[in-house]
């Protein structure tokens, strides 16, 4: 750390000699000024970690500097010593912003120690500042004030402040990946690394490698060590991006990594002990496939230990002004452009099949083919973007329609079950691949031949 730089304030030459003399000796970088309009003048061009200032001098006073310096240089801790010491002045130092406060004649350690706290004080401060600026960069890509996005806030709060697995779902471009990075910046693990992966856009033999690492000769062209994610997030997060398209294989490793704190890479003999906080996310229903087999029952409790659900877009439209103001604030800089009420309206009636990022494409499309600082409904790039189309607004009446007549889900789903397989044919594998399931939960909710 370097040398903290103090200014030290003394009209009596003696005294500022002895009190450099301690100080330097402390490993201070000690400036001296013999007034206060000199220091003030060292203060302009100097951000001085300590003030250290006599109350009794020729023109302006102490106090007087102090005053000052509360407007100059608000963050810099004061401490003020007089031989009149009273408790009028005291009151009058801590009342004008002074940090500390001690009387001539003094005791080296005495003064030494009050200007040691109030260094203290300002390097936690600085340190404060500099996390919650980082902190609010990243909570700021988190916008919108619907109920659905404020229960989101508050457990983002709660699980911030523990050390347990994250599963957040939702469909894709509802913005999981940003609320794991906000998880990450405001947790206990702040400090240590944030890596993450998407499981399902590389291949199951090359995750594998990614996460575990291997050793030297574990496959052909492994001539070297290589450590894995989870060797290299220690300390810190994992994001597992669409966990749910994980393979067997390695599910089965992530969980025994879970369950012991160990990683054992490609090729090794020993295991490696790892300590990493993991951040799951998937757009599939998990509880589906741990039902039908496809994801480790034993794995989904271990990453499902604290569930965050973000709706999706169309659910929270309330949420959409905030939204686009925030692209605009991002795209435009200080160039003040925004959306017209008719077209923040416009844009509340849309569908959004891709979420917040779909939101977030139409309005950087929109503000690089319009030059217009207020943007009306006749400007809008939805190019399809959005848009709901005639089989949605039907499938909307038909919903309401069945909610009018009373009908269970139960009831919806054998009908459209059964109006699937009509128009398959009765081909049972087609119909299952059209429903989204497997032969085996079609055939135990219809069984007939």
Partial sequence: MTAAQLLLVEDDTA????????????????????????????????????????????????????????????????????????????????RTG???????PFEPEEVLETVNRALS??????????????????FQNLVGDSAAMRAVYAVIRRAA??????????ESGTGKAVV????????????????????????????????FGYAPGAFAGANEAKRGLLARADGGTLFLDEVGDLGPAVQAKLLRVLQDGQILPLGAVEPVRVDVRIIAATRRDLEADVEEGRF????????????IHLRPLRERAEDIPALVEAFVRRQS?????????????RLQECAWRGNVRELGNLVQRTLALCDADLIHVCDLRLD?????????????????????????????????IARVLARTGGKKGEAARLLGIDRKTLYRRNPKD
Avoid: W
């Fill in 384 to 416: 399809g973007a959005g848009e709901s189309d005639a089989s949605d607004h039907a499938l909307e009446l038909g919903l309401a329609e069945a909610a009018r007549a009373g009908l269970t889900l139960r009831d919806v789903e054998d009908r459209y």
């Fill in 98 to 104: 002074a940090f500390g406060y001690t009387t001539k």
């Fill in 296 to 307: 480790r029952r034993e794995l989904y409790y271990r990453l499902n230990v604290i569930p």
């Fill in 180 to 211: 794991a990075r906000t998880l990450h910046h405001h947790g206990v693990r702040a400090s240590g690394p944030f890596l993450s992966v998407s499981c399902g856009a590389i291949a199951e033999s090359v995750l594998e490698a990614e996460l």
């Fill in 333 to 345: 800089g200080a160039r003040p452009r925004r959306f017209s009420r008719e077209a923040l309206r």
């Fill in 15 to 94: 005294m500022r000699q002895m009190l450099e003399s301690l100080f330097r000796g402390e490993g201070y970088h000690v400036s001296e000024a013999s007034s206060a309009k000199a220091a003030l003048d060292l203060a302009r061009t100097t951000d001085f970690d300590v003030v250290l200032s006599d109350i009794r001098m020729p023109g302006k006073s102490g106090l007087d500097l102090l005053r000052e310096l509360r407007v100059l240089r608000p963050d810099t801790p004061v401490v003020l010593m007089t031989a009149f010491g009273s408790v009028d002045t005291a009151i009058d130092a801590m």
């Fill in 161 to 170: 402040q523990v050390d347990a697995n994250v599963l957040i779902s939702g």
């Fill in 121 to 138: 004080r300002r390097r936690v401060e600085e340190r404060n500042r500099a996390d919650h600026e980082r902190r609010d960069e990243t």
